[in-house]
């Protein structure tokens, strides 16, 4: 497949919106340890392949992800560039991702930070996009020893972080 830019075709726009979404629904999942909106994101049969992380079964993944991240004092996953190139119900993307993790080290305070990209197979069943395979490209990461301010964050890894009071209306 050639990526031909975004398209203007109603249905085109829809799918691109609708893959995009479904992007962002996993880093949303990830952030609040979310594991039902995580299994949704992939189809039953699903694979990730996160190199020398993990290998196996989307579904896996999220609850691997979602037992580390109970660890962490804050997560935050960001997606950036999304490009789709859609082939009637196939679909690949490429999305740019920055991945922050906070954590204790004993008495200090650690940040970790992740650039890298997901690279995503994707079909429409049913009218449901979801992933068939991800691979995740690791580009560099940092690790550093941080000073938290004065303000804490507000934020919660689970249901009850305010987010969920405003999407379930």
């Known amino acids: 497949m050639k990526i031909t830019g975004t398209g203007t075709a109603p ?20 952030d609040r ?6 299994y949704s ?8 392949d996160y190199g020398l992380i993990y290998r196996g079964s989307g579904r896996g993944f999220v609850e691997w992800v979602c037992d580390a991240h109970r660890a962490m004092l804050a997560t935050s996953h960001r997606i950036t560039n999304v490009l789709v190139t859609l082939d009637g119900d196939r679909a690949g993307s490429e999305s740019y991702v920055i991945a ?23 079909s429409r069943r049913d009218g449901r996009w979801a992933i068939d395979r991800r691979v995740y490209v690791h580009d560099f ?3 550093r020893e941080i000073t938290q301010t004065a303000l804490p964050g507000a934020g919660r890894p ?3 972080d305010p987010s969920y009071q405003v999407l379930s209306q």
């Open 11 to 30: 249905g085109e726009i829809a799918d691109r919106l609708a893959i995009t979404d479904v992007i962002h629904c996993y880093c949303r999942a990830m």
């Open 33 to 38: 340890i979310d594991a039902e909106l995580g």
């Open 41 to 48: 994101v992939w189809h039953p049969e699903g694979e990730a």
């Open 100 to 122: 922050t993790l906070r954590r204790m080290d004993g008495d200090r305070l650690l940040q970790t930070s992740a650039w890298g990209r997901y690279l995503d197979r994707w």
């Open 141 to 143: 990461d940092e690790v």
């Open 158 to 160: 689970d249901r009850t």
